[in-house]
């Protein structure tokens, strides 16, 4: 079979639905989005066009076409792809694929849009159809700007199903595919949400210390090669909200031993802050809060969870070797002592999950670079630093040495890219074309 992607139904018309249904329309194809609540299609085109930025043109909005899944259902018949982008429960998201293979036409292809919920427990006991024409198509929100898509197939999949994606999401929508496998949040979340967790364990005792958010944020953002917002600014754009709903889904589902379990809740002092409702952007405050004054300024300010208090934020000077990452990682300062507790225990956690998260390094730097906008993924870094430096540092802080790492050294090799970064070393410890971004 030859399959093509032509014509596009997404069905949920929340944010990343909306979005999806936007990047399609954007490219010239027809959509259709549906959703349960009648006129929520409608209201989320609005959104599209609407606002001092909008994402759509009347004339791109006007290819999607709304409806509710009551009313409307029959629109889906003639798509070659249906995306399900609805609750985060694995119950909806199976009777929905069940009602929507009763209309497909035959050899159209079905993908969740799921951020971590696995393939075989949305396609467990489907019809056989169902389980040869389904994927993972996950898309990174603001859909519109992130590259990062993560395509994971079943079991059953069909072998031309993932290869129809990727080339169409590629060429057609300008996003970046990465081949990630069927694992709880595949490649981006589980190593950014163990990132970002962890980090919350691992800094508060460098706050105790007298380190500052800002400079604590100000080491992890260009010396690293890290968002812009920083490690707290990050936890207060996501809010904690969802970084607690994660960490549930990751205590329910990592498996047993896993590196991330132990740092699968808050620390005292942040759980503070989730159960008073300080989470972030969204309301108002979280590390951080903008103040605006009677008189038009405005004054940033900082909180401090371990005692509860905020302060005006300070501007933050580095030094020469706290703006380099291979002499800050090294560095016997509380900073550098700061930087390794918040990036060798991700970089290790990183290097031990492949080839179980992904077959080769190169899917996991895509995956940190175009999904969580690092500079450089976790290979890329150890790189910066030398893998044999950094066989050192986890030793130093007694941590075993990742086995890919170990098994880079074995070969001879101190870098996993080489060639100017048009080679990588594979699990097979032979090296390898990087395939075209």
């Known amino acids: 079979m030859?399959?093509?992607?032509?014509?596009?139904?997404?069905?949920?018309?929340?944010t990343m639905g909306a979005g999806i249904a936007g990047v399609c329309a954007k490219a010239g194809l027809p959509v259709v989005l549906l959703d349960l609540q009648p006129g929520a299609a409608a209201a989320a085109i609005e959104r599209l066009t609407g606002g001092s930025r909008p994402v759509l043109s009347d004339e791109e909005a006007a290819r999607i076409t709304p409806g509710n899944l009551n009313d409307d259902l029959a629109l889906v018949s003639d798509a070659?792809?249906?995306?399900?982008?609805?609750?985060?429960?694995?119950?909806?998201?199976?009777?929905?694929?069940?009602?929507?293979?009763?209309?497909r036409k035959p050899g159209s292809i079905l993908s969740s849009n799921t951020s971590g919920i696995p393939l075989r427990d949305i396609s467990a006991d489907m019809p056989e159809a169902v389980r040869r024409d389904i994927a993972i198509t996950h898309f990174f929100n603001p859909v519109h700007l992130m590259k990062l898509v993560e395509l994971v197939p079943g079991e059953e999949t069909a072998p031309d199903v993932i290869p129809t994606l990727a080339a169409f999401i590629q060429n057609h929508l300008g996003k970046g595919p990465v081949y990630a496998k069927d694992t709880i949040n595949f490649i981006g979340n589980r190593i950014g949400c163990f990132w970002l967790l962890a980090g919350l364990h691992e800094a508060l005792p460098y706050l105790q210390q007298g380190l500052s958010i800002e400079?604590?944020?100000?080491?992890?953002?260009?010396?690293?090669?890290?968002?812009?917002?920083?490690?707290?600014?990050?936890?207060?754009?996501?809010?904690?909200?969802?970084?607690?709903?994660?960490?549930?889904?990751?205590?329910?589902?990592?498996?047993?031993?896993?590196?991330?379990?132990?740092y699968a809740t808050f620390p005292p002092a942040v759980q503070a802050m989730f159960e008073a409702?300080?989470?972030g952007r969204k309301t108002g405050a979280g590390f951080y809060k903008l103040e605006r004054h009677a008189d038009g300024s405005k004054q940033m300010m900082v909180f401090n969870p371990l005692t509860a208090s905020w302060a005006e934020a300070a501007a933050v000077s580095l030094s020469a070797t706290e703006q380099d990452f291979a002499s800050l990682v090294q560095d016997k300062s509380t900073s550098g002592e700061f930087v390794r507790a918040m990036m060798l225990p991700t970089l290790a956690y990183a290097a031990d999950l492949v080839p179980q998260i992904a077959d080769d390094i190169v899917n996991v730097d895509r995956a940190m670079r175009w999904g969580f906008n690092w500079q450089k993924g976790p290979f890329?870094?150890?790189?910066?630093?030398?893998?044999?430096?950094?066989?050192e540092l986890c030793?130093?802080?007694?941590?075993?040495?990742?086995?890919?790492v170990s098994k880079l050294l074995a070969a001879g090799a101190d870098s996993?890219?080489?060639?100017?970064?048009?080679?990588y070393f594979g699990v097979d410890s032979e090296w390898h074309d990087v395939p075209q971004a």
């Open 416 to 423: 996993f890219y080489k060639d100017a970064g048009r080679r």
């Open 80 to 103: 070659d792809w249906l995306c399900e982008v609805i609750v985060e429960k694995t119950g909806p998201k199976r009777e929905l694929f069940r009602t929507l293979d009763k209309v």
């Open 395 to 404: 030793q130093a802080a007694s941590k075993p040495v990742p086995s890919m």
């Open 277 to 279: 409702g300080q989470l």
């Open 2 to 14: 030859t399959r093509t992607i032509s014509r596009i139904a997404v069905i949920g018309a929340g």
């Open 380 to 391: 890329e870094l150890i790189d910066v630093l030398g893998a044999g430096t950094f066989a």
């Open 215 to 262: 400079k604590a944020d100000a080491l992890l953002g260009e010396p690293v090669g890290l968002p812009a917002t920083g490690f707290f600014g990050l936890h207060d754009l996501i809010g904690l909200d969802i970084m607690e709903s994660i960490a549930n889904n990751l205590k329910a589902g990592l498996p047993e031993g896993d590196a991330g379990l132990p």
